[in-house]
């Protein structure tokens, strides 16, 4: 079996299909990466962009080459973790098991009143009954088969909190031979992933994590002065799941009620803290956690839910199965469109009310990671998040330019005011638009404009996906462009976006660290080895300059100095070759170092000093310092990996240490 060091993310589609995903191997073998992790690769609907909608998983998809070119691709020597998708699949007659009633009966959960369970709000997504053992069997055959002949190494489960029974189905993927899984599971800040027979989640609590680790706490008031009056973000999320629950989901509603009409139940689906809990269907058993969040429920559903004969075990199940995509279209997809103080914290699993988080805390959860779940992925950058790590980091910078902020987006009001019509985009608007601006600069008018209409729809308070207010949506568009070409716009923005930068290399620079020496396995989302200020999808499935890339890792092999161009390339190199020197830091200890608050310290083992700064003024120490944290040996006995680093960004840049053998 090939050693976990790190995992790198490629989508793939029509225009990328296994055989260019073999022609960029080399590549990231010399980057340092040891496994691809490939997006759905079963078949799926023709013209899929991303191979969720699947119609056949009974075979590999014809649209990228075929089951042969899989195979010729595992056998380039990077090992292979493949996306599979036991949730639902697409309806329609290119799947033979919704064309046939009587599959269609067997292998789909279907609502005798007539429709059937959707993948959150997409109707053309129905749910798969993967719950019984002959479906489950028919739908992982081919899966199962790949794992057997080793061309797949491991699996990430889509959409986990799906599923009637989560911990059962993935006790019986390990039961079938498949010993690496991770889930899609989205951990809220302060929850803990159960008990389950997997690697652990695909990484996002860390993504969340390293964010608000960065964040400079002490620009809070200037930017909420910013925004103004404004409800914070536990209000606006349960005001959008709220209005999930009574408009989008109705037809969920309705089949719940059908199986116990129960008093408050839909405010009882908008309330859950979590994705999801895990209550056994029959025994009503749950863990403490799960009875913890039940408990914020109104009492006639908690009581329903925890009372054994108080409603059917199938309304338990499909409660349980609602409550997810509630939160996913409520928060992900609505309040965090509408929620605008600092947007670098409106990412998935994310708490834009928790303003921050201090290095102690990062610690206990890396120490807790480390024992629990040493083979967690750690993302950054993933084909879901709203904004790649490289944007948020230049939002994010703002909390340290809090007040200037605040000033000169006073000022840039004043230009809206003058390029706007009919009132759009409104003052929250506004700030959307600008934080999107410091995050992509350069943009060109085309991408920022797909993604306001996007955005727009998403936060559904002047315009929706169902009734778009098309008027309203280029008005915002063309008051944007307005803005963006206006030479007094250019003036102040330009001048601070320097500033931005200034910092937010150093936030990205850091974040890469945390992410390739910290607890966990790291994960690169294709291109993200360079700078990459991608938006949300579709913008971040942009095709990837392979040939660039290869050329760049050639120059810095063969001794070119790194500048701020290829600096992350550079520091993704040089980490990922100190975890294979490492073993991938495979049962090595994490330990933290006593230093001030502004700087995140540890060890890895006997053999690595990291050190990052975490604030903007804050600066690394050097190997001569190393001492002062109680770290043996002296100077010359280290070597900072990252130094090359120094002519560009000084000081104030992460610095990993690595013990000097002799």
Known sequence: ???????????????????????????????????????????????????????????????????????????????????????????????????????????????PAGGHRRFFDIDDLAGVRVEDPEVFRVTHAKILELARDDVIAGVRVDHVDGLADPASYLARLRAAGVDLVWVEKIVEPGE????????????????VDADALFVDTRGRAALDAAVGDRPSFHAVASAAKAEQVQTTFQPEVGRLRRLADLEQLEEGLAALPVYRTYIDAESRACSTQDAAAIAELPPSVAG????????????????????????????????????????????????????????????????????????????????????????????????????????????????????????????????????????????????????????????????????????????????????????????????????????????????????????????????????????????????????????????????????????KLFATAALLALRRRCGGFADVAYTSLPVPGDVCAYTRGPGVVVVVPVRAEAVAMDATELHELGVPGDAAGWRDILAPLEATYGRRRPAVFERVTS
């Not at 803990?192 to 993504?207: I, K, N, R, S």
Request: aromatic share 8%; proline share 5%; hydrophobic share 45%.
């Open 1 to 111: 079996m090939t050693p976990l060091l790190a995992t790198y993310r490629l989508q793939l589609n029509a225009a990328f299909t296994f055989d260019d995903a073999r022609r960029v191997v080399p590549y990231l073998r010399d980057l340092g990466v040891s496994h691809l992790y490939l997006s759905p690769v079963l078949q799926a609907r023709t013209g899929s962009t991303h191979g969720y909608d699947v119609v056949d998983p009974t075979r590999v998809s014809a649209d990228l080459g075929g089951e042969d070119a899989l195979r010729l691709l595992a056998a380039e020597g990077l090992a292979l973790i493949v996306d599979i998708v036991p949730n639902h699949m697409a309806i329609g007659d290119a799947n033979p098991f919704w064309c046939d009633p009587e599959l269609r009966a067997r292998f789909f959960d279907l609502d």
């Open 192 to 207: 803990t992933l159960p008990p389950w027979p997997v690697a652990g989640t695909t990484g996002y609590e860390f993504l």
């Open 304 to 567: 329903a839910l925890r009372g054994r004969n108080a409603v059917p075990a199938e309304f338990v199940v499909r409660f349980q199965q609602t409550t997810g995509a509630v939160m996913a279209k409520g928060v992900e997809d609505t309040a965090m469109y509408r929620h605008v103080r600092l947007l670098a914290l409106n990412e998935v699993g994310g708490d834009p009310d928790r303003f921050g988080l201090s290095v102690d805390d990062f610690h206990a959860v890396s120490e807790r990671r480390v024992r629990d779940w040493p083979q967690n992925l750690l993302a950054a950058t993933t084909h879901d998040t709203k904004r790649s790590a490289d944007t948020r980091a230049r939002i994010g910078a703002l909390a340290a330019l809090a007040t200037e902020w605040h000033r000169l987006v006073d000022e840039w009001r004043v230009l809206f005011a003058e390029h706007r019509r009919a009132g759009a985009p409104d003052d929250d608007e506004q700030l959307f638009v600008l934080q999107t601006l410091v995050g992509t600069w350069p943009i060109s008018r085309q991408r920022v404009g797909a993604y306001l209409v996007k955005a727009l729809r998403e936060a559904k308070r002047h315009s929706n996906w169902i009734r778009p207010d098309t008027a309203w949506e280029q008005d915002v568009v063309d008051a944007t462009a307005r803005v963006m070409d206006d030479t007094r716009f250019h003036q102040s923005f330009l001048p601070f976006l320097a500033r931005v930068l200034a910092i937010a290399d150093r936030t990205a620079l850091g974040q890469l660290v945390l992410r390739c020496t910290g607890a966990g396995m790291p994960d690169v989302y294709q291109g993200d080895e360079l700078w990459n200020q991608a938006l949300v999808d579709p913008d971040n499935r942009r095709p990837v300059d392979w040939e660039l890339r290869r050329v760049l890792l050639d120059e810095l092999r063969y001794g070119a100095a790194p500048g701020r161009f290829s600096a």
